[in-house]
């Protein structure tokens, strides 16, 4: 017999472990509200051009689809679906497209390098930088 819970944004009747559909349109509207005010114009722009797929690509062609991170610092072989700025681009727009700059990373290791970031964001530019030298070395 499944078990029941009651929406605390609508009230109505769900299934327990389940989002009701007005969460999900709650969070739409922001994600659209958030584009609107707050996101940063030119980087949206920059992201959704064919200059920036052109050099996503390549990056992952460099090196060789895998999250570069995982494989240097634990030995494990996964697929990049990322690529990432090791010195952010709020921090230097010049460095966008610089392949000496970009790292290919699994979702979940972007997600743990960023939250890394604001702890300790100097020292893990300085580590991404020496691991990216020495994996596409160590590749070619």
């Given amino acids: ?4 819970k009651q929406c605390s944004r609508c009230g109505k009747r769900i299934l327990a472990g389940t989002n009701c ?12 509200e958030y584009d609107k005010n707050s996101r940063n114009k030119e980087r949206k722009a920059f992201y959704a051009s064919r200059q920036w797929e052109k050099t996503r690509k390549e990056v992952l062609e460099l090196d060789q689809g895998l999250d570069v991170y995982l494989f240097m610092t634990e030995g494990k072989v996964v697929a990049a679906d990322t690529v990432h ?10 460095t966008r497209l ?3 700059n970009l790292m290919s990373l699994s979702k979940e290791t972007h997600s743990m ?5 604001r702890e300790q964001k100097g ?11 020495e994996f596409r070395a160590g590749s070619r």
């Avoid at 020292?123 to 030298?133: D, H, P, V, Y």
């Fill in 123 to 133: 020292q893990m530019i300085k580590e991404l930088r020496e691991m990216l030298k």
């Fill in 98 to 100: 610089d392949k000496g």
């Fill in 113 to 117: 390098i960023e939250k890394r970031y």
């Fill in 21 to 32: 559909i007005c969460q999900k349109q709650y969070q739409k509207q922001r994600h659209k």
């Fill in 85 to 94: 700025h090791i010195t952010p681009l709020a921090d230097d727009w010049e």
């Fill in 1 to 4: 017999m499944p078990i029941y």
